[in-house]
């Protein structure tokens, strides 16, 4: 089983597929409801969480080349942007009292599965989405970018009957999923420049 998770600060979706990229199932879980998740994905060979796996420590503090937002953020954010020119709407605080909700989720999550034994993987689906359409993708929470998702997403492989109707959420949590099936398969990629371990993985 591989799962794919999307924290978002009033919901948590997840999809698991098997090694075939047949949906298992998809689910969406309060947050208050976390340990629900964490029992449900006991098994699962790779878990791709859609959240900063860690807080920042600031690597890139004295990088001047770098705008005054991006210069405390951790190196999988900035090697995403410099690399491939996707840059992240947020940047991973230094402080855990600085870090919005979902990102603490994010952390408990990493935490309690990797007690577990479980191999996580930190993806971020708006560029999963933009390297399987080598180029972008309309915006998700319309008509067409929800379309324009899951019609990467069965050409990727995951093709259960109505993803088109699924929402974007869902589908930021299927690319998620696929991403760990192909991490674990040694087709996906890391993102990052080393000096403090961060990575972020696309399909």
């Not at 796996?53 to 770098?66: A, I, K, R, Y």
């Not at 995403?80 to 840059?87: K, S, T, V």
């Not at 689906?125 to 379309?147: C, E, M, Q």
């Amino acid at each position: 089983m591989f799962v794919g998770i999307d924290l978002g600060a009033s919901a948590i979706h997840a999809v698991a597929v098997e090694a075939s990229l047949e949906l298992i199932g998809a689910i969406v879980f309060a947050p208050e409801s976390i340990n629900d998740l964490i029992d449900l994905v006991r098994g699962a060979e790779c878990i791709a969480i859609d959240a900063p796996s860690s807080l920042s420590t600031g690597p890139h503090l004295e990088d001047l080349s770098l705008s005054p937002k991006f210069r405390s953020a951790r190196c999988a954010e900035i090697a995403l942007g410099r690399e491939h020119r996707i840059w992240v709407p947020w940047v991973t605080p230094q402080a855990a009292e600085d870090a919005a909700a979902w990102m603490m989720l994010g952390f408990r999550l990493y935490e309690e599965l990797g007690e577990q034994g479980h191999r996580l993987i930190e993806v971020y689906p708006h560029a999963g989405f933009r390297v399987l359409a080598d180029g972008r993708v309309p915006k998700k929470t319309t008509p067409a970018g929800i379309l324009a998702r899951a019609g990467l997403l069965r050409e990727a492989g995951i093709q259960p009957p109505g993803l088109e109707a699924w929402s974007h959420d869902a589908l930021d949590a299927a690319v998620a999923a696929l991403t760990a099936r192909r991490a674990h398969g040694g087709t996906a990629r890391s993102v990052g420049c080393g000096h403090d371990g961060s990575a972020i993985w696309l399909p």
